[in-house]
C-alpha cells in the first residue's frame, strides 16, 4: 500500500493556484503547466524496439529516415495517420507509455528536480483518476475523502503531500505481479531498484508533482506520450543535460495535438 510519508491532502486547497495560471489553446504546452515559469522541457517517453529494448524517439526518426525536433508527434515520426500510432506504423515494436513515465525515467527526473527547490521535503503528487482510479480508491479506503484537484477536460487528481523522496512510495503491493522495490535510494543515486519477489511493489508514476514552493511544475497528461516541466533556465538546462532523459526545450506556445509535427507529415485521414 501507499508508503507512510505521504498523505492525501484537500487537494482543491493546495491546487488552487494551477488552473487560473493555464493560459494557452488546446495541446498548448501551457494548457498542461502554468504560464508562471521561465522556461520549459517535454521529456519523451521512450519506446521499445522489436526486442523490447527502450528506444528513443530521436533514433526511431532516425532509423525511419525522419526529423527530430521539439514537436514531433509519435505517429508522424513512424509514418501513420493513426493517432495511437498503430495502424499502418513503420515501426515494429511498442509505441511510447500514455499519461505516465517509465519509472525508471521518473527517478532520473526527481533526482533532478530535487537540486531545482528550496523545499524538496514537501512536494505534492497529483493522481489523475482517469489512470490511477484503483490506487485512488486504496488511498482513500485507508485514509479518508479527500476534495479533488479539478483541471480542465475533467481531470480530477487526488493529490499526496510528502517530500520528493516518496515518489517512490506511490504504488501498491500485489502478491501475483512482479513489481519493484520501494528503496528510498532510487531517488538519492538515480537508479532503478531491484527486484524484490518476497515483497514486490507495484509503482505508479504520479500524473502530477510540485514543490510547495512552486518553483517548477511537472505534468505527465492522460493522453499524452510525453511529460511537461515548467521551471527555471537552469533546470530546464539540466534537464536536456541528464544522462538517460530524452528531452527538448520548447515553448510556452508550443502545440502537441494530433498533426502539428510539420517536419514530418502524413496524410491526415479521411473523413469518415
Known sequence: MLGDDLKAVDGFEVGAWIEPALDGGIGAVTNQVPKLFEAYARIFHPARDAEGKHVTWAEVARRLGKVEHPEMQWHQIVGTSDTFGIKGSSWSGNTPNLGEMEIG????????????T???????????????????????????KQSRLELPLGRDHLVLCGPLSAVVQIGDSESSAVGWSASPRVIESGERAEHDFSDSFWRDAPNLIWPSDRSW???????????????????????????GLEVHEVTPDTKLTAFSDKLNPVPEPEDG
Open 105 to 116: 525515467d521518473l527517478d532520473r527526473l526527481c533526482v533532478v528536480l530535487g537540486e531545482h
Open 217 to 243: 511544475f511537472v505534468v505527465s497528461e492522460v493522453d499524452f506520450d510525453s511529460t511537461l516541466v515548467g521551471g527555471s533556465r537552469d533546470l530546464v538546462e539540466a534537464l536536456i543535460a541528464s544522462p
Open 118 to 144: 528550496a523545499d524538496p521535503a514537501h512536494c505534492y503528487f497529483g493522481l489523475c483518476e482517469i489512470n490511477l482510479h484503483p490506487l485512488v480508491n486504496a488511498i482513500e479506503t485507508k485514509q479518508g
